[in-house]
């Protein structure tokens, strides 16, 4: 079974940076895609952004030229760097990988 471990996340001003990362565990296989998904409260989740293992990625146009994602080749290692942080981005974070497995998630707050 595959289980997903966040860390990272916390509390940071606007306009600061933070540094998400997420391991999976459980398989031998390398997960095709893993990314980031984001829920605020009252809000539905929404997709934040994904790799591929071949490296292909893509961003909500809301994070777009502020987050990065990346992934160690070969491995099912995601990492998600947040600079100018906004207080819309102010959310539980959670690792996803395919098919349909989700970390706990890690709350990240950015005070205004």
């Known amino acids: 079974q595959v289980t997903l471990v966040e860390s990272g996340g916390g509390l940071v001003q606007a306009g600061g940076s933070l540094r998400l990362s997420c391991a999976a565990s459980?398989?031998?296989?390398?997960?095709?895609?893993m990314g980031w998904y984001r829920q605020a409260p009252g809000k539905q989740r929404e997709l934040v952004a994904t790799?591929?293992?071949?490296?292909?990625?893509a961003y909500a146009d809301s994070v777009n030229g502020r987050f990065t994602i990346s992934r160690d080749r070969g491995k099912n290692t995601v990492v998600l760097q947040m600079n100018s942080l906004k207080a819309e981005d102010t959310a539980v974070y959670h690792c996803?990988?395919?098919?349909?497995?989700w970390g706990r998630g890690t709350q990240v707050t950015v005070s205004s």
């Open positions: 996803y990988a395919s098919r349909n497995i």
């Open positions: 459980g398989t031998m296989l390398i997960i095709n895609t």
């Open positions: 790799i591929t293992s071949g490296g292909n990625t």
